[in-house]
């Protein structure tokens, strides 16, 4: 259970987050009043982010509308701040032909678009400004994609995408501290267009476009996030999706929506003998290799299972005792908002 379902966590840290609602509601007006400045940059500049604190689903939506604009011709960089990398400043995670460092320096989310998009792109840097001038000057693209951007609003954008869970997309409706809300809902007004993620069932479709309708006057569009093969965390060997069915398998989670993992495991037919969560971004070590050796062996299991962006924090280490497979997702969107991108 994430810590702000639990009703006390409100409860308590409630003061906090009026005060950290206080803080960015100021500077929010303070950008409206144009009072503190944003900078173009001679690029156009999409901003794919959330409202909420992780788990929406947003690496994904930033991979296809990469793809889509290269499809079409464009010259797509996409930045990051890297976060929980180990390293500092301005870093070139890939140019138009490879992958330039590693998973640790880059942040396991840079580096896994960089695997993933060959021919763009991907730099890091937490001054997101120079960074952005930086990829300008190195490689004069059509479109900059500003990862996880939408509260950072130094750049001028000529269009900001909210990615939000369908499942839950306010978490439990409270700000920072007590709850996953990073501004308050109705600072939604500011999306050009709303992507409700991992999105399955009509009826529920219709609700939550609903209800982030009363927030915001932009287009609300759906994404779904669907398992496409196995990859070996080795080799690279591709296996398919029905390849594990009803295998003796442990899974390992260290992402923000560790049950969107679980649910898509039971979506193939693997229901894992134990699930070991890890915190999001959780850069995994010989300790942690040797307490997963050990639930493996306990459970007598044939293969390991993860998430693709877990493979990339795994990869550093050897000595698995049994084989392991990270899962590839694919994400589909949906026609209007690709229109919307190139209109923009």
């Known amino acids: 259970m994430k810590a702000w379902q639990n009703p006390w966590v409100r409860i308590v840290l409630g003061p906090l987050a009026c005060s950290y609602g206080a803080v960015t509601g100021l500077r929010n007006r303070l950008y409206d009043a ?47 701040r890297g976060y929980g990398r180990k390293s500092h400043g301005f870093l070139m995670v890939s140019d138009t032909e490879s992958v330039l460092t590693t998973a640790a320096c880059a942040g396991d989310e840079p580096y896994m678009l960089a695997t993933t998009l060959p021919g763009i792109p991907v730099i890091v840097g937490a001054d997101r400004l120079e960074a952005c001038r930086n990829a300008i000057a190195h490689f004069g693209p059509d479109i900059l994609i500003l990862d996880d951007a939408f509260q950072h609003r130094c750049i001028r954008r000529d269009m900001d995408v909210v990615t939000m869970d369908t499942s839950a997309p306010w978490g439990n409706g409270a700000l920072l501290p007590a709850g996953p809300l990073r501004e308050a809902k109705h600072h939604l007004k500011r999306a050009d267009i709303v992507v409700l993620t991992r999105a399955h069932e009509p009826d529920q479709k219709e609700r939550r476009k609903q209800d982030v309708g009363r927030w915001t006057n932009a287009p609300v569009t759906f994404s779904e996030h669907k398992p496409v093969e196995w990859i070996h965390l ?33 979506s193939c037919a693997v229901e894992p003998l134990e699930m070991m969560r ?67």
């Open 34 to 80: 144009h009072i503190i400045k944003s900078f173009r940059l001679n690029a156009r500049v999409i901003s794919v982010g959330n409202i909420t604190v992780g788990g929406t689903g947003k690496t994904p939506v930033v991979a296809a509308i990469a793809r889509s604009l290269q499809a079409r011709g464009k010259r797509v960089v996409i930045q990051s």
């Open 234 to 266: 080795k080799s690279g060997a591709p296996m398919p999706l029905t390849a594990f069915e009803n295998e003796q398998a442990i899974a390992l989670s260290g992402i923000a929506n560790p049950d969107s993992f679980l649910d898509t495991l039971r």
């Open 278 to 344: 890890f915190p999001d971004h959780h850069w995994y070590t010989p300790n942690d290799l040797k307490k997963i050796a050990r639930v493996a062996a306990k459970h007598q299991a044939s293969l390991i299972l993860t998430t693709e962006k877990d493979g990339v924090r795994l990869e550093g280490l050897n000595r698995f005792p049994i084989p392991v497979y990270c899962l590839r997702i694919a994400c589909t969107l949906e026609a209007l908002l690709l229109d919307r991108i190139m209109m923009t």
